[in-house]
T-cell receptor
Framework: DAKTTQPPSMDCAEGRAANLPCNHS???????VYWYRQIHSQGPQYIIH???NNETNEMASLIITEDRKSSTLILPHATLRDTAVYYC????????????????FGKGTKLSVKP | EAGVAQSPRYKIIEKRQSVAFWCNPI?????LYWYQQILGQGPKLLIQ????????DSQLPKDRFSAERLKGVDSTLKIQPAKLEDSAVYLC????????????????FGPGTRLTVL
């Protein structure tokens, strides 16, 4: 079972920031927080990941609380093309190619960006 | 860089028939995954290969599903015989093998094959 809890859906106005929350209260010390998104009729796409520090890349920012029990994915200026299902996943990264680091997807948050 | 290729994109069969899906991962990616995504749910891992060896097939229904990656490059997933509940999108993903520190890498997904079993 997925170890994260996300709201099933959210709306965001085009051009505004989209803040997608994720609860992972049982996260272990060796687990990272990963975000993927899946646009309709496409495979999931990696967005960003982090351990305990905030992270930023060209797609998004990831804010992880100090206790690591929750995080927020921020799309700073949402566009219509950001409409997708966003998955928050906790994952063991240092697994030497074994199975314990595999991605376990929940149902995610369906983000609808509206004009 | 070419992405993960899958074919066919769509397939409609009747129950009890057989079907096969093909995946060509990104060049150089040692790890290959097959996922099943039922409508309204997130993808579920069926099998993970490292080169041509199976790492994890604990969620693969082995009475009807089989997968192979004989030369450690492309892979096929087969269902025989299909059931109505097998209707889903079958996604293939690949990643580089673990780095020198043992850290897993980002997975890249193909567009998937949508299977409808009637």
């Amino acid at each position: 079972d997925a170890k994260t809890t996300q709201p099933p859906s959210m709306d965001c106005a085009e051009g505004r920031a989209a803040n997608l929350p994720c609860n992972h209260s049982t996260i272990s010390g060796n687990e990272y927080v990963y975000w993927y998104r899946q646009i309709h009729s496409q495979g999931p796409q990696y967005i960003i990941h982090g351990l305990k520090n905030n992270e930023t890349n060209e797609m998004a920012s990831l804010i992880i609380t100090e206790d690591r029990k929750s995080s927020t994915l921020i799309l700073p200026h949402a566009t219509l093309r950001d409409t997708a299902v966003y998955y928050c996943i906790v994952r063991v990264v240092m697994n030497y190619g074994g199975s314990q680091g595999n991605l376990i997807f929940g149902k995610g948050t369906k983000l609808s960006v509206k004009p | 860089e070419a992405g993960v290729a899958q074919s066919p994109r769509y397939k409609i069969i009747e129950k009890r028939q057989s079907v096969a899906f093909w995946c060509n991962p990104i060049s150089g990616h040692a790890t290959l995954y097959w996922y099943q995504q039922i409508l309204g749910q997130g993808p579920k891992l069926l099998i993970q290969f490292q080169n041509n060896g199976v790492v994890d097939d604990s969620q693969l229904p082995k009475d009807r599903f089989s997968a192979e990656r004989l030369k450690g490059v492309d892979s096929t997933l087969k269902i025989q015989p299909a059931k109505l509940e097998d209707s889903a999108v079958y996604l293939c993903a690949s990643s580089l093998g673990p780095d020198g520190r043992g850290e897993s890498r980002e997975q890249f997904f193909g567009p998937g094959t949508r299977l409808t079993v009637l």
